[in-house]
């Protein structure tokens, strides 16, 4: 087999992805396994008091590719504005706290959850995440399909008025920052 350039199965020899036996191994210490300990997340993102987020798993933190991580915590009696999040496939693992999801074209329906339970938010789907209790924080750990951040704020009559408190991060921003 030839190996010159311009052979269209020839490939980068430093594509962590290429396993063809004719390359270089790949270093596994460097494009293996990673651990982010939860006092390591990262925090380097827009705040807004009564929330905060913090990034685990990204392309810029471990060089995720197709997913995203990280962790939100709602303070008590928040609650985000309507939105969506286009293509992207959401979940979000409630790990204490209380939870309650509006969705639906005027948020017409609405669930709740809390420590132990998953969320699953489809493409596309309006929603609102509130924090249930006035008591206490709500903390989630969130994840997405896509390492690109996509929001569509969205005006629903319904929505039950946002206290001030947006996710201000490249996913959920304060509708009126223009």
């Known amino acids: 087999m030839s190996h010159d350039h311009d052979h269209p199965h020839d490939h980068s020899h430093d594509d962590p992805h290429d396993h ?3 390359d270089a191994p790949v270093d596994w210490r460097e494009h293996g396994v990673k651990v982010i300990r939860g006092d390591q997340l990262d925090a ?4 807004t008091p009564g929330m905060n987020r913090a990034a685990a798993i990204n392309a810029a933190r471990v060089g995720a590719q197709k997913i995203w991580a990280g ?12 939105h969506h999040h286009g293509a992207l496939e959401s979940v979000i693992y409630v790990v204490r706290g209380h939870a309650r999801m509006r969705w639906g074209e005027h948020l017409e329906f609405t669930a709740e959850a809390g ?5 699953f938010v489809p493409p596309y789907v309006p929603h609102q995440e509130i924090n249930a209790s006035t008591d206490d924080p709500l903390e989630c ?9 996509v929001v569509v704020n969205l005006d ?5 008025q946002p206290e001030a408190v947006y996710w201000v ?8 920052d223009h």
């Open 20 to 22: 063809d036996h004719h």
């Open 44 to 47: 380097n993102t827009a705040q």
């Open 71 to 82: 962790t939100v915590t709602i303070h008590p009696n928040a609650k985000t504005g309507a």
């Open 115 to 119: 420590p132990g339970d998953f969320i």
């Open 141 to 149: 750990v969130l994840v997405r399909s896509d390492n690109e951040a």
């Open 156 to 160: 629903i009559d319904a929505a039950e």
């Open 169 to 176: 991060d490249p996913i959920h921003r304060n509708p009126h």
